[in-house]
Every structure is written in C-alpha cells, then in structure tokens.
C-alpha cells in the first residue's frame, strides 16, 4: 500500500465518503446523478478517495450495493480512489465480493478500496431477508476468505484452495497472460475495540466511522496501533476517521442541515424508517424533553459551521487521534449543502492547486 500524500496544504490526508443520503423530495434517480457530480467534484478539488457505503431499507440511504455505483464512477473519474465504506460483510459470500472487486479493480487499475464492515446495516428483519446466516462472529474468516480469493493464495489444503475469484490471478495464470498488477486494497472498518484489534492483527489499514455516535476514537487508535503487526500490505498501521460534516458559507445554514441528519437517526429509535425530512419540518417536531437530548446530543456528532470552524475541529481532532486520514462523511437534507462542503475545504487547503501540480511533476 502507497502512504497518500497530505492534501494540499491540510496536515493530513482528506477523503470524502457519501452515504447516498436522499432527502424526502428527492427521487433516487437525481440522487445518483448527484453522488456522479459529487466524485467528480471530489476529484477535480484534489480528495484522496471517494467511498460509498452499503445500507438497506432506508428511504434516506440509497446505497444498497455500493459497488454497482461504484463500477459507474471508474468510467466517471480518472484519478481519485474509489471505495466501499464500506460492504457489509455478513450479508455477502466472501467469494462474490471479491469477484466483484477484481471486476472494480480491472476497469480502474490500482484505485479501488474495499472496507469490510461487521454490521448489517439495516434492521434485523431486513437482515434476515438478505439471507443473513450469520451474526458477525465469524467475521475474521470471512475477511481472510475475501482476502484468499482476491490473491488467490489459499494454502493447500484449504477447503477453497480449488476455487477461484474471476477476474484475478488464477485466470491470468490459465490464459497465459500477465497477473494483474494491482488488487482491491483492503481495509478493516469499524467503531470498537473489535475491529481495531482486529486491523492490527492482519495488519490491514483501519477505517473508524465517528459519524454514528460519540465511540472512543482515541482508545481505539492507541489499540490498533499496539496490536498491529507488520504485514505484505502494510509496514506501519496507517489510519483513517470518517465524521460528519456540513461546512457552509453560512453556519446557520449548516446548522439546520444537520437537524435533518439529527432527525433520521431519533426515527430510527423510534422504530420508524431513515428518513431525511426538509430541515424546517425537523426544526417544526415538537420533540419532547428526551427526544431533545437525543437530537442534539446527534447534532453534536456533526461537525459543523463555516469552513473556518469546521477546519479547525478537523485537525484538533487529527491531532488528538493520530490518525493518517480524515474522510469527510458528507451530512444534510440538501445534495447542494454536501457539495459545497466538499468545495469550501478543498478551497481552504488549496488541494486543488497542489494536486494539478503534482499531477505535472
């Protein structure tokens, strides 16, 4: 794996994630033209990658199969890294993700990243339609059967030895033609001490989702750190954290953006779907003394403001944690709200700037 370089001027890497947030009003098909319009945004201001993430079920959330997307994005970007943050392991065989991501990985050489999450990113009922047989136990085994098939190096002996992953490098070898030079980069996701231990352990880069609830992101540096293990893929842990975030010119703005963020998640204790309803409608709720606490207790989750103030909680927290990379997990009702946060930092850190002169070197 290739250390990213810092962007622009920013004292660490940025990335951007999109979680297909589809506010109410929105259909699903402007959606997708809008996540197509936000990675090219995201590649032309200078971000490292452009994730997206696997979610069911949820009126606000249309990303069910991220890689689907994501196999649009290779013919719709040329440089920026292109990522599942991440697939939910346990609804998938592991053979089928890794076929699918040597597929990714043929149409755009050396930029896709595949994060393996544990949860099943949905309600139970859900995850039960999905044919979901497991409960996240055997999840280091699933992660190392992604892993055989996409190097096609299971031992001998292995019950799947004999089986192989197309496109990759079993089909090379078979049709007398150079192994790929590139594979999907795997990384291990996650919010626990579990997943840390387990990043380390395999030696796999770490991805730390921020933007779900106040976990400790720090402890779970310190042990991802201390347990890891150098690897083939890895000689030192390399680290990210993804928050939510909504910078805006004006920071009343994106401070409303985030109550419609707030709201969905307060639905989702309340047994009814994620939904992003307009921020005057969530702003309107006559919320009792708990349900307050509960949203704005999401609301501080968000990183929000101006650019000015967003950045600045954005290196206090890089600072404190460690961490290599921050991945900007965009927020709000309004598909124009989380463009423009992309754009304000991008501008801030002159990445732009900086990567179209690398680019030239």
Same mark, same amino acid.
């Given at each position: ?237 390399? &680290?990210?954290? =993804?928050?939510? @975030?909504?910078?805006?010119? /004006? ?6 953006? !985030?109550?419609? +963020? %707030? ?72 598909? &124009?709200?989380? =463009?423009?946060? @992309?754009?304000?930092?991008? /501008? ?6 900086? !990567?179209?002169? +690398? %680019?030239?070197?």
């Amino acid at each position: 794996m290739t250390v990213a370089p810092h962007s622009g001027t920013a004292p660490f890497t940025l990335s951007v994630l999109d979680n297909a947030l589809t506010g109410v009003g929105q259909t699903a098909q402007q959606a997708y033209a809008e996540i197509i319009e936000l990675a090219k945004t995201s590649e032309r201001s200078g971000y490292q990658r452009f994730w997206m993430s696997e979610h069911h079920a949820m009126p606000g959330a249309t990303a069910s199969s991220p890689q689907m997307m994501l196999s649009r994005l290779t013919g719709e970007t040329e440089r920026i890294r292109l990522g599942a943050g991440g697939v939910m392991l346990p609804n998938h065989s592991p053979l089928v993700i890794a076929e699918q991501f040597g597929m990714l990985d043929t149409l755009a050489p050396g930029r896709v990243d595949l994060g393996l999450g544990r949860a099943p990113g949905t309600d139970p009922a859900t995850a039960e339609a999905l044919r979901r047989t497991t409960n996240g136990d055997d999840f280091p085994s699933r992660v190392a059967e992604v892993i055989g098939f996409l190097g096609d190096d299971f031992p001998r002996g292995h019950r799947y030895a004999n089986v192989h992953a197309v496109p990759g490098p079993w089909q090379a070898d078979q049709n007398r033609v150079p192994r790929p030079a590139t594979a999907p980069q795997v990384w291990i996701l996650g919010s626990s001490p579990y997943s840390a231990q387990l990043a380390g352990r395999l030696g796999r880069p770490y991805a730390f989702a921020l933007q779900f609830g106040d976990a400790d992101v720090d402890g779970a540096m310190l042990l991802y750190r201390s347990t890891f293990r150098p690897s083939d893929v890895l000689d030192e842990p390399y &680290s990210l954290v =993804s928050v939510g @975030v909504v910078a805006h010119d /004006d920071a009343e703005e994106a401070s409303r953006q !985030t109550t419609s +963020a %707030a709201m969905a998640m307060l639905r989702m204790l309340q047994r009814k779907p994620f939904a992003l309803i307009p921020p005057a409608e969530a702003e309107a709720y006559p919320a009792t003394a708990q349900e307050r606490n509960v949203l704005d207790h999401y609301r501080q989750q968000y990183v929000h403001g101006t650019v000015g103030t967003v950045v600045d909680t954005l290196e206090q927290l890089q600072s404190r944690t460690g961490v290599d990379e921050v991945m900007l997990a965009v927020q709000g009702h309004s598909r &124009s709200a989380m =463009s423009r946060t @992309v754009e304000l930092i991008a /501008d801030h850190y002159d990445m732009a700037e900086s !990567t179209l002169a +690398a %680019a030239a070197r």
